[in-house]
Nanobody, 126 residues
Framework: QVQLMESGGGSVQDGGSLGLSCAAS????????MGWFRQIPGKERERVAT????????DYADSVKGRFTISQDNTKKTVYLQMNSLKPEDTAMYYC???????????????????WGQGTQVTVSS
């Protein structure tokens, strides 16, 4: 059973930085998509950034390009999201997700992620 443990998040002012971590366990393949998604109450879950553990392929939502960086440490099965130049519109619940036996071109599809973390709140005040 894949398990995801998120940490980080919190509150910051406009222009500030925060980092998120997601420690994964329960799989042995490197054909895994790891992603960060976010959701505001009443809205659909939005893809923020994804990375493929085997190929290292990275993809960002247009809204965060140049400000957010996703990275991984495969030895620790941990994925990170460094968020810089945060804006109030980045305020949301952020979720880590994993999709096992996925190829890099599948990583953008929300529906492919079968495992989700509990979520961590990020609040950016103006």
């Amino acid at each position: 059973q894949v398990q995801l443990m998120e940490s980080g998040g919190g509150s910051v002012q406009d222009g500030g930085s925060l980092g998120l971590s997601c420690a994964a366990s329960g799989y042995t393949t490197n054909r895994v998509c790891m992603g960060w998604f976010r959701q505001i109450p009443g809205k659909e879950r939005e893809r923020v950034a994804t990375i493929h553990t085997g190929g290292g392929n990275i993809d960002y939502a247009d809204s965060v390009k140049g400000r957010f960086t996703i990275s991984q440490d495969n030895t620790k099965k941990t994925v990170y999201l460094q968020m810089n130049s945060l804006k109030p519109e980045d305020t949301a619940m952020y979720y880590c997700a994993a999709g096992v036996w996925m190829d890099p071109w599948d990583c953008r599809s929300v529906g492919g992620y079968a495992y989700w973390g509990q979520g961590t709140q990020v609040t950016v005040s103006s």
